[in-house]
């Protein structure tokens, strides 16, 4: 579906709705807070055709192992996919962070996770200090995983300096650079998302709740 539909069914169940996916997530430990935020930065809502949105997690990091292999499932184009496709935004000063030295850091959470294609993109997402780190993983747990992983290398440096927020937006391909976005870079070759449903929001918040150097997952919800 649509970024609005997969938003639902990261959310909500279809036959509860209510938000009972995130309740029942967020019940597994006592320190999470989750949202997908249906404003931007100015307070503006998020396009409905934009291909993309952000899920915000803050928690600690023994719980993000706890409830992010439930969450990257319905983050993902199909039911069972063949890999999981999961991308976290950094701030543009952690880069080094997750690279290492030498590209260390990056070569090590690859391969203790297992992930097939790890990769900090060169360019910003537009109008923002936010950098996409991908990750493609045969497993649920090597996803959450290196998620994880990436979350503790940025700890000790997300707070350094203030980031501006990437907020989901719509432009033509291949005119902001090799960013990673779901614009320029979808999951599947060519892969654009259809026409919206009607939207639905829970347990969303504004730009100004965000936490320099949270967890962040831009979700194609085409996916």
Known sequence: GHPEQRAKAVVSTQSTGGGQNIKAV???????KIS??????????????APDRVMSIQSSFESLKVILPHLVPNMQLGAEPEEYDVRILIPAHTRMSVNGKHGSTLVRIKTESNSSYFSIFPDPLPNSDEYIVKIINPTIEGAAKALVDIAKA????????????????????????????????PP???????????????ESGTKE???DGEVKQEMNEAR
């Open 209 to 211: 709740e965000r936490v």
């Open 36 to 49: 997908i935020y249906a404003q931007g930065s100015n307070n503006a809502d998020v396009p409905k055709m």
């Open 154 to 185: 940025i700890s000790s440096t997300k707070g350094c300096q203030s980031v501006a927020f990437y907020d989901p937006q719509i432009w033509t391909p291949g005119t902001k650079g090799d960013n990673g976005s779901f614009t320029d870079n």
């Open 188 to 202: 599947l070759p060519g892969e654009r998302p259809p026409p919206p449903g009607e939207e639905e929001t829970s």
């Open 26 to 32: 967020k019940s597994m430990v006592r320190d999470c």
